[in-house]
């Protein structure tokens, strides 16, 4: 009994000390945050500000248009979460369903296809976007986001469509439901948890991403908050320390949020499968 219980609170110990240590990032994001520039400056910093204030999170939003590029960036994330989702569902359904030499080749693509870098694909995806008038708008950097993404929700998605049983489809044609019919009304609720996991991906993804939206968006009321927030670093490369990080900090809660949300969704959806099955 008592080794069990030694076992079971190093377990718990070590729980604690990976959530700390992932934790910790933004945990010292918040302090630097609340800091005054003269603490901001001491030789000797401290973990906790001696004299938390709220200076830093006013300079941000009087220096830059934070909000405004919130909601580009809240805009080009919802809207890449949704097509990524409205397009891998049937994709990956159909390379599921479908054992064929085409969707192996398919599946073995989209794993290779993660390894090439953003740079080796920025100049000809320039000129594309060019020839079809796309850059420098919202809606381009939605459709270069949801072509980077789709590979990785595919190959999400089609493990979960080989988990849901194939007789549950066949018992709906035998009903009189048709391919369409069966997918929407049977597979896509059960794929609920694995839509949300995809989607989940598909806006933080976007919701991040730096490298694509520094090329192709020069208007500064089209950039999006990453971009925006590389002005706080001066042309000599010195960085006004207490905004920026204020800046940082607000930038990231709202993936926090919708991770939570999603979260919720997906352990709801798990459950609920297993009490039906």
């Known amino acids: 009994m008592r080794t069990r219980r030694a076992a079971r609170a190093g377990q718990y110990a070590a729980l604690l000390g990976y959530l700390l240590f992932l934790a910790f990032p933004l945990l010292w994001l ?38 405004h590029a919130a909601l580009n960036s809240l805009s080009v994330a919802l809207a890449t979460a949704v097509v990524a989702v409205l397009l891998a569902t049937p994709m990956a359904y159909a390379m599921a369903r479908h054992r064929t030499r085409l969707a192996r080749a398919a599946t073995g693509w989209v794993v290779v296809s993660q390894a090439f ?37 595919l190959w999400m998605l089609v493990g979960h469509v ?4 194939a007789e549950l489809e066949e018992a709906a044609a035998v009903d009189g439901a048709g391919r369409l019919r069966t997918l929407v ?66 930038a990231t809660l709202p993936s926090l949020a919708v991770f939570a949300l999603v979260q919720r969704r997906i352990t709801a959806g798990l459950l609920a499968g297993a009490v039906k099955s």
């Open 30 to 67: 918040l302090s630097t945050a609340l800091k005054s520039p003269r603490e901001l400056g001491s030789l000797h910093p401290t973990w906790i500000p001696r004299r938390p204030t709220l200076a830093n999170v006013r300079q941000a939003f009087e220096e830059q248009p934070l909000g």
């Open 162 to 165: 080989r988990a849901v049983p």
């Open 185 to 250: 009304s049977v597979t896509v609720p059960l794929l609920a948890p694995g839509i949300a996991a995809t989607a989940l991906f598909a806006f933080v993804t976007a919701w991040n991403e730096f490298f694509f939206a520094l090329v192709l968006l020069k208007s500064p009321g089209k950039q999006t908050l990453p971009v925006v927030l590389t002005h706080f670093i001066g042309a000599e490369g010195v960085a006004d320390l207490g905004p920026l990080a204020a800046a940082a900090f607000l």
């Open 117 to 153: 870098p953003f740079v080796l694909v920025i100049i000809p995806l320039f000129l594309v976007l060019k020839n079809l008038r796309l850059v420098d708008s919202l809606a381009g950097l939605v459709l270069v986001y949801v072509v980077w993404s789709l590979p990785f929700a």
